[in-house]
């Protein structure tokens, strides 16, 4: 795992962006698993400047993203097809059909996780995982206490998951009350991770990601025995990780 320190926000966004660019441009990404939230809106900003700038195109890349809200059709601002339309996709030159994310409008909920597990394993897998981490330490949106080896599923969302996403939301009981979500082996049989995290809120659930038992009832903690993983850190993110942990920018 190498733990990657940067000042603030803005540093996490760019050098994300970088990371991934790089790993574009030399081919090593054919499906990048997309996360949303408000922690990558800097990320994806970045780039669509780097795409701008350069000479590469999206042609023959597929997306996957970590989750959906169930309730809210495709076409629902407050939809993560919306948030993916809007940050990235609209940006860039790639089409409807590069781009999944679970249908969370869907009248048979159960059938559809079966049939987004499949797709992600038809298009080979997930070559780079993007993540954001919950304060919970929830990834996606499995929240504390689920298993290890989910795939992707149906989950109620906590009172506190539910709060922290109230702001994206006119009235906090639009809030819908489940997602589908890529479960925890689905997210850990991708070739390659990186989270990000910025702000103090975070430093507690990256805390427990690097020195906590690996444990259910902090989803991250799994994240400690993949083989290929990368986490980009504000200072803020990391203030309770011993400087020796951290490659420091
Ligand atoms: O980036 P934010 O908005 O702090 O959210 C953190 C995490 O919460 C979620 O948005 C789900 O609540 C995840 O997708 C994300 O990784």
């Known amino acids: 795992m190498e733990v990657i320190g940067v000042k603030d926000f803005n540093e996490m966004s760019k050098r994300a962006a970088q990371f991934v660019y790089e790993d574009l441009v030399n081919r090593r990404i054919k499906v990048m698993g997309m996360a949303t939230g408000g ?4 990320f994806y900003k ?10 590469f195109s999206f ?3 597929q997306t996957v993203n970590l989750d959906e809200y169930v309730g809210l059709s495709p076409e629902n601002p407050n939809s993560y097809h919306q948030y993916m339309y809007q940050h990235l996709f609209q940006h860039i030159d790639i089409q409807r059909d590069q781009t999944h994310l679970p249908n969370g409008a869907a009248e048979d909920l159960e059938r559809e996780c079966v049939r987004y597990e499949q797709l992600i394993e038809e298009l ?14 929830h990834i996606g949106f499995n929240e504390p206490g689920t298993s290890f080896h989910s795939n992707t599923h149906v989950v109620n969302l906590t009172t506190a998951t539910r709060e922290a996403n109230a702001r994206y939301f006119n009235d906090r009981r639009e809030v819908p009350k489940q997602a589908i979500t890529m479960g925890i082996d689905t997210i850990m049989k991708s070739k390659k991770i990186l989270l990000l995290a910025s702000g103090k809120e975070k430093a507690q659930a990256i805390y427990r990601l690097l020195y906590d038992k690996v444990d259910e009832s902090c989803p991250a903690t799994i994240l400690q025995r993949h083989p290929n993983i990368t986490i980009i850190a504000d200072n803020e993110a990391l203030s309770l990780v011993t400087i020796t942990d951290r490659k420091l920018n």
């Open 124 to 137: 080979g897998g997930i070559d780079l995982q993007l993540l954001g981490i919950g304060e919970n330490g």
């Open 39 to 42: 922690t990558p809106i800097g």
């Open 59 to 61: 042609k023959g890349i």
């Open 46 to 55: 970045q780039l669509v400047r780097l795409y701008k700038k350069g000479d």
